[in-house]
């Protein structure tokens, strides 16, 4: 007998397969996904590279901070411009801002060597320019997927494009931490920047289904996304929520080289690490659907909050490398279901004419937080323990999840 949880569960399969067929949607997730896993490459060897140049977890942080600096302080201007232009343009620019930034880093290193860099600044500045690039791209990312899909599958087209990240956290770091350790990083940073080219070929030649034309008579201003945020505290509320899983994914690009340190391994150990919260975050997504019937709407963001504390946990309390993976991988489980569940929740609940400015904000709230979370995170590491730091965010992360247990973080 065929029960409704199982027909239920047969048709969102059924749904995600036929996204992964889709000749828009397709496309577009497939290189996205290739394009992310290049990221891990320039996130993972530049983490280890400055780790190894310094000694710093604070230094290590500062690539954090030059990466999501633009996000915080630009990305809701340019989601107001992701309103009165096309969005696949503006996908088209910041990518191929990235690209420049990311292919400037690779020559330098392969002409100069690792070991002829003055210090980390030139990986600072590179990682800059493709934060510059990151900057422009987000809002009409997350803007862009509804013209991807029909209505009915936006839920599930949400989850699959959180997924292109999480399947790059997954196969990236490990990747990038195996071709450190054997071929250096040269030849990671020179990966990170041809996996950009799929993705602005995909770019060039896909055609959205329904994608709204910018009204030349509408208000375009930053105020307006603002106004329509302030005057809604159900959204607010799911921005903070949205901050608290930001912050708390932090310790995967900050901490992971000291961590690995401390556990007794090297570069391949920062990979595995890194990676096992994407795996957890990649195994998760088909489950999002399932989890809502489970704990309801309004109780997923703190369940996932919940999750990414336990996690973190483990990985701070770890004796030995499996146990620490075990806890990243948790971590990586609640991270995807926060993010796709508070970006579902906005997606949902603003007007298309708004979309880009609010999912800017959501953008700030994700990205933007991070700059200041790699400080204290940094900070809190080299002034005490790698593991206390692990600690504090985790004490962040079930915070956030008991105040969202008591009011609920959805839009309903």
Known sequence: MTTPTAERTDESASSF????????????????SLSNTGNWFQNVAAGIVVYDLTGS?????????VQFIATMLL???MGA??????????LLAGQSIAFAGASALAVTVIVVGIDGLPGPWPIYAATAVIGLG???????????VPSLVERRDLDRAIALNSMTFNIARSVGPIAAGATVAALGAEWAFGINALTFVPLLVV?????????VEPDDGATTGVGEGVAWVRERPAVIAVLVATLAVGWTSDPFSTLMPAMAETLGGGDATVGLLVGSFGLGAAVTAPFFDRVIGLVGRARVVPTALAIVAVGLTTLALAPVTAVALLGALLSGSGFLLGVTGTNSELQKAMPEQLRGRV?????????????????VDGAVADLTDVRVAIGVAAAVALSASLIGLRRGFTTA
């Not at 036929?18 to 290189?31: E, G, H, Q, S």
């Not at 977890?57 to 954090?64: D, I, K, R």
């Not at 411009?81 to 503006?90: C, G, I, Q, Y």
């Not at 990151?134 to 862009?144: N, R, Y």
């Open 17 to 32: 397969a036929i996204l992964l067929r889709d000749r828009v949607f397709a496309p577009f997730f497939f290189a996205n």
């Open 57 to 65: 977890n604070t230094a290590v942080g500062a690539v954090s901070i």
């Open 75 to 77: 990305t809701p201007w």
């Open 81 to 90: 411009l992701t309103d009165r232009v096309n969005r696949r343009h503006m």
């Open 134 to 144: 990151a900057a422009t791209i987000l809002p009409s990312l997350q803007a862009v």
């Open 203 to 211: 770019l060039l030649v896909i055609r959205p289904r329904g994608e």
């Open 359 to 375: 999912m800017a904000w959501w953008s700030v709230a994700f990205l933007g937080c991070r700059p200041v979370a790699a400080v």
